[in-house]
């Protein structure tokens, strides 16, 4: 049977340090700066190597979103940027993730709160509260096409935060 894999991460823990820039310049803090190697590792750990990493353009995540490709031997080059995952809505995300090209097996979505626990409650069927920064969920779906998944229709494999 034809499977997809998808993991969701926040990224990293994120200030203010420039209370000139706004929501969307926030880069990552020190403790997020420290958390991001470490959980990227975690994920190596349980074998998960994406096919495409998409992100949210806000600093942050493309921040996240380097740190993890780095660890994963994914080509920080090739992260896609999408500005969905910053205007948060679970239709706009769900609608990204259903347009995946269908040959892809395993993809990682980095985003923001409260969405991206919504988003993991929503896909999996299951409570799994708030995400904290840096935290990440992986759900397998039973699926050829990337189409197929909606609500409850994941199985949480394995969630980790730092």
Known sequence: MAMKTLCLLRHAKAGWQNAQAGDFERELDQRGLADAPVMAQRLRDHAFFPELIVASPARRTRQTASIFAES????????????????????????????????????????????????????????????????????????????????NSGSLVFSDYP
């Open 72 to 151: 994963l031997g994914y080509p920080v080059d090739r992260i896609v940027y999408d500005g969905k995952i910053y205007y948060e809505a679970l239709d706009l995300l769900l609608s990204l993730i259903q347009a995946f090209d269908d040959q892809l097996a395993r993809v990682m979505l980095v985003g923001h709160n409260p969405y991206i626990s919504l988003l993991a409650e929503w896909l999996g069927g299951e409570k799994i509260g708030t995400i904290p920064p840096c935290g990440l969920a992986a759900f397998t779906f039973p699926v050829a096409s990337w189409r197929e998944i909606g609500r």
